[in-house]
T-cell receptor
Framework: GAVVSQHPSRVICKSGTSVKIECRSLDFQATTMFWYRQFPKQSLMLMATSNEGSKATYEQGVEKDKFLINHASLTLSTLTVTSAHPEDSSFYIC???????????FGPGTRLLVL | AQKITQTQPGMFVQEKEAVTLDCTYDTSDQSYGLFWYKQPSSGEMIFLIYQGSYDEQNATEGRYSLNFQKARKSANLVISASQLGDSAMYFCAMRETRNTPLVFGKGTRLSVIA
């Protein structure tokens, strides 16, 4: 199957700093990528849909000025958590779609801890 | 709106036995896709199996099979010959058209006992 990478896998930062998470499709072009957030012992919740070359579409309740998404190329989408606070601590995971398959391929996820 | 229901927070199964994880869904669309993912403690989401709403036969992938009952709107995952490495969270998910995001159920934690 297709491979999606995420970097970093784990990050600890101080409250008020910004953190950038990268999501890359390694062996295919992804016109659409999705960003999910997962709190402990909960399911994945969609944050936003990222389309190459256009503005991301955010789910209700997700602050677009806080969670900046950029999909500058067909293989890279970035999520920047601006002015992070402890309540932003979570597991962030991206997925990408290939052109011809039904499956969404997920990255390995990024664990963010804000102190 | 789409909705996925997994009613089993946790399940136990003896090694080498089969286990069924339940999933029901709700949608008004005629065309949709159903997925099962495995999430071990590392957090990665591992794709297991896919069933399209128009597929007449149940999907199978190795030890995984999907018991698709369209009229009942259920898409149960059957794992045969359970292994200790199958212990993980299992999520059922659905999407409408191909380029739309997945909606996930709350998950079922499967524990395989030796």
């Amino acid at each position: 199957g297709a491979v999606v990478s995420q970097h970093p896998s784990r990050v600890i930062c101080k409250s008020g700093t910004s953190v950038k998470i990268e999501c890359r499709s390694l062996d295919f072009q992804a016109t659409t990528m999705f960003w999910y957030r997962q709190f402990p012992k909960q399911s994945l919740m969609l944050m936003a849909t990222s389309n190459e070359g256009s503005k991301a579409t955010y789910e209700q309740g997700v602050e677009k000025d806080k969670f900046l998404i950029n999909h500058a190329s067909l293989t890279l989408s970035t999520l920047t958590v601006t002015s992070a606070h402890p309540e932003d601590s979570s597991f962030y995971i991206c997925s990408a779609i290939t052109g011809g398959e039904e499956t969404q391929y997920f990255g390995p996820g990024t664990r963010l801890l804000v102190l | 709106a789409q909705k996925i229901t997994q009613t089993q927070p946790g399940m136990f199964v003896q090694e080498k036995e089969a286990v069924t994880l339940d999933c029901t869904y709700d949608t008004s669309d005629q065309s949709y896709g159903l997925f099962w993912y495995k999430q071990p403690s590392s957090g990665e989401m591992i794709f297991l199996i896919y069933q399209g709403s128009y597929d007449e036969q149940n999907a199978t992938e190795g030890r995984y099979s999907l018991n698709f009952q369209k009229a009942r709107k259920s898409a149960n995952l059957v794992i045969s010959a359970s292994q200790l490495g199958d212990s993980a969270m299992y999520f059922c998910a659905m999407r409408e058209t191909r380029n739309t995001p997945l909606v996930f159920g709350k998950g079922t934690r499967l524990s395989v006992i030796a």
